[in-house]
């Protein structure tokens, strides 16, 4: 069985860091194991708590007024050099409950107020992303849209646009835009539900 005989930190930065694994593989080579983390110091690594709290949200949101149509950004991405398409998100702050999270990030990201639906917490607990490069997890949390879209509550770092789009305007970004995987699945479901964009939770 692989096992990991010490942990590593490599960078000191407020959101993200590096932390190298010296790693020995099932034949008993070793070898070092980069990961990227939310984590603060090593005890705080998923591989040393065990557990799954969520270190983000994602936030599948449909208009309230319009319900054909979802709530999209279009968001520059360094890792890129370029825009992506994907849903509002955010990072959970210590000791806050993720849907209060949601609706704090959806106000900032895109002016629009929150309202979080009640699903099985099967389809919201925190699922992990990326697992090949990084021990993050995330929430989703699903929910109607509503107020004046607004960029005011948007960071100088953030380069956001806001989308509301419908299923014609999905369609087209899903065959001609560049979109994060997890927000792909997404509008995928959104495409086959017409009556109600939630039926695929019930």
Do not use: W
Request: glycine residues 4%.
């Amino acid at each position: 069985m692989p096992t990991i005989k010490k942990i590593s930190k490599l960078t000191d930065n407020k959101h993200l860091n590096l932390y190298q694994l010296d790693a020995v593989n099932k034949v008993g080579r070793e070898f070092p194991y980069f990961v990227a983390s939310r984590a603060k110091k090593t005890e705080d690594l998923k591989i040393s708590t065990k557990n799954q709290t969520p270190d983000g949200v994602i936030i599948y949101s449909i208009c309230k007024e319009e319900q054909d149509k979802v709530v999209l950004v279009r968001q520059y991405r360094y890792s890129l050099d370029d825009y992506i398409y994907e849903f509002p998100a955010g990072l959970v702050e210590d000791g806050e409950e993720f849907k209060r999270a949601a609706v704090r990030e959806l106000k900032e990201e895109t002016g629009l107020d929150l309202e979080p639906i009640d699903v099985d917490p099967m389809y919201e607990k925190p699922y992990f992303t990326t697992i090949g490069m990084t021990d993050e997890c995330c929430a989703t949390v699903y929910g109607y849209a509503s107020g004046e879209v607004s960029k005011k509550g948007q960071e100088d770092s953030e380069e956001i646009e806001i989308v509301l789009a419908d299923r014609a305007e999905v369609r087209r970004i899903l065959k001609e835009e560049r979109v994060a995987i997890m927000c792909a699945y997404m509008l995928m479901h959104f495409l086959k539900e017409e009556k109600d964009p939630f039926s695929f939770l019930k």
